[in-house]
């Protein structure tokens, strides 16, 4: 199911950017990269590559937080806090603090996100790469610690 529902998820996204993509090309003049006095983020001109790199800054490190926050603290309160059937034993205030944490940042980041991203294309590519980048170094950490699980389980058993 989830190959049929990734299929899905890409094949809309290449749509909609094809679309998009050819709609750019009849209309040159929605598209600004870079600073420039049509750049405004909280009232503020992005007119100047100091100003330009600050924004590129915060947005990859923010996409970066958001990565993990999603790919490792949503999926801890997911398997450890919401999943009933697992019965380990959580501390209660680390339980409460790191939901709170999740939800406080959700709203920060949502409100950052939409005045940002939606003040010009290219910030949009800098929270693409850097969750990118971060998704990936993740899904490569999770998948070296099953191999290593799984090779300390294969040898147990060659040795019981």
Known sequence: MENIVGGIIGSWMCIVTIIFLVYIRQNNDIINIGPNPDFYIFGVCINTIPKYGIVV???FINSGIRAMKGNVLQS???????????????????????????????????????NIL??????????????????????????????????QNHQYSIID
């Open 76 to 114: 801890w309160i997911i398997n450890e806090i919401q999943d009933v059937k697992n019965k380990n034993i959580i501390n209660h205030n680390k339980a409460y603090t790191l939901s709170c944490i999740s939800v406080l940042y959700n709203w920060f980041d949502f409100f950052m996100y939409m």
């Open 118 to 151: 939606l003040s010009q294309i290219d910030m949009l590519l800098v929270e693409i790469f850097a969750d990118i980048l971060v998704t990936f170094y993740l899904t490569k950490y999770y998948l070296r610690c099953k191999i290593t699980e799984e090779n």
């Open 57 to 59: 800054s915060f947005c």
